[in-house]
């Protein structure tokens, strides 16, 4: 089975021109000096914690326009179960794997964005931040125009064209690939309230990285990690059919 660390360095298409290449997502699997068998399958280790600010954070706009990406279209969608609402056309997820952002819509029809925690291999928090916003461009697919693509379905499907006027800024998201397939996994037969409590389960194994909103957030963890849950765990989570 793939590591997390694996299907990270798999080959991406560029996001935009004016950002710098995706540099590696930050490294999730325990240091050479941990043992998996140290670690308790109910509980994580909480290495990654930040105060969050309680004053209203400073939105970064991110150039976005309401077509290119509108965050109730894109969110709360079925895409992921991960994010929360955690205010007013404001979502709270985590990106990188171990960046915790804040995204809201404008009132000018932008998309700002407020980062509660960022990591890195690198010690200066400029870098940091700057990963931490490469994480996001690409995480948010912005190297698509959505608005070209939209277009081009238009003069293709008429139907679409007639109802692509209530969809702007419906915006497909490049999730992790093991967190896209066991989101998926939890998703089938199942109702939204069931599906996100199984994926809430899944994600609390992750190293804890703040609270937002009355949400707790955290990594998404990794597979060996996965891997020490045990059935009656999973049954007493919500898993299985019977």
Wanted: proline content about 7%; hydrophobic content about 35%; overall charge positive.
């Amino acid at each position: 089975m793939q590591s997390v660390r694996t299907l990270s360095i798999m080959k991406k298409p560029p996001i935009m021109a004016s950002t710098p290449s995706t540099p590696p997502s930050p490294q999730s699997l325990p240091s050479k000096t941990t043992s998996l068998r140290t670690l308790s399958s109910k509980k994580p280790r909480n290495i990654l914690t930040n105060p969050i600010p309680e004053e209203d954070p400073k939105w970064v706009p991110l150039n976005l326009s309401r077509s290119e990406l509108y965050l109730p279209l894109t969110f709360p969608t079925g895409q992921t179960f991960r994010w929360k609402q955690t205010g007013p056309v404001q979502y709270t997820g985590v990106v990188g794997r171990s960046h915790l952002v804040s995204l809201k819509q404008l009132d000018n029809g932008d998309v700002g964005y407020y980062f509660h925690c960022t990591t890195s291999d690198s010690d200066s928090e400029s870098e940091s931040a700057a990963y931490a916003r490469i994480a996001l461009l690409d995480f948010l697919n912005v190297g698509i125009s959505l608005t070209e693509v939209w277009e081009s379905f238009k003069v293709s499907d008429k139907r679409f064209a007639e109802l692509a006027i209530h969809l702007e800024g419906a915006r497909v998201l490049r999730q992790d690939p093991i967190e896209c397939l066991i989101q998926f996994i939890c998703s089938s037969n199942n109702n939204i309230k069931r599906i996100t409590m199984m994926v809430d389960f899944i994600s609390s194994l992750g190293n804890y990285l703040g609270a937002v909103g009355g949400f707790k957030f955290y990594e998404f963890p990794s597979l060996e990690r996965l891997a020490m849950v045990s059935e009656q765990e999973l049954r007493a989570a919500g898993f299985g059919y019977r």
